[in-house]
């Protein structure tokens, strides 16, 4: 939403021999977002339902992919690693989080309080579900479609990157981490309610915590 100034960048980042579909969901943007995307070649779809989980779950809804991915629209995440997200998966892993706290990653974005944050979240999420990655709340991923298939996702905002990993996990699917640097958004502010988002989060975590399979049916 609203990322005119960087959408058109990383869409033309993306490499396209590896790449079969791009969808830009568009949350509603009041700027040229929108319109740039389209202008350029790329799918819009416009988000009927406000949240990072609602968009994610209405891109998946228009394409026919097998492997999905994920990445903003701020820039703050390269495109060129899709080719290593890619190779993960390939290697037998069904999805693959970005990470930026293991050798090879880093986050030119973090600020001291965000870090210690999500260095919390990620002792509590292994603590309690035992996830094999540390950085959970990254959203640069790839996974396949056969997961949200077999389970049922309920989040509607950004809890969509804890409760992927923590169901996945509880359906035995193999999850992994590639390296990654996450840069400084190239334009504007952040949408994200810190203070909200982490209870979310955190909310999320718990009740996992006490609950059992979510295969779907």
Request: with cysteine; aromatic share 6%; hydrophobic share 40%.
């Amino acid at each position: 939403m609203n990322e005119a100034n960087s959408i058109v960048g990383v869409l033309n980042g993306i490499p396209k021999d590896l790449v079969d579909e791009i969808l830009v969901v568009d949350g509603g943007s009041s700027d040229q977002t929108a319109r740039l995307a389209y202008a350029n070649g790329y799918s819009v779809v416009l988000q009927r339902n406000k949240g990072l989980a609602n968009a994610i779950k209405q891109g998946i809804e228009k394409t026919t992919a097998e492997i999905i991915i994920v990445l903003d629209a701020d820039g703050s995440h390269n495109p060129r690693d899709i080719t290593r997200f890619l190779q993960k998966i390939e290697n037998g892993f069904d999805l693959v989080v970005g990470s930026r706290y293991i050798e090879g990653g880093y986050s030119y974005d973090d600020t001291f309080f965000t870090r210690i944050g999500n260095r919390a979240i990620n002792v509590l999420c292994r603590l309690i579900h035992r996830i094999p990655i540390n950085d959970i709340l990254m959203g640069y991923k790839a996974f396949r479609r056969q997961i949200l298939e077999s389970i049922d996702i309920t989040s509607q905002h950004q809890e969509f990157d804890v409760e992927i990993a923590i169901k996945a996990k509880k359906m035995e699917f193999k999850i992994g981490a590639i390296p990654v640097i996450e840069g400084r958004r190239t334009y504007g502010k952040s949408k994200l309610n810190p203070f909200r988002t982490t209870l979310r989060i955190i909310k999320i975590i718990i009740q996992e915590g006490i609950t059992g399979s979510h295969k779907k049916g």
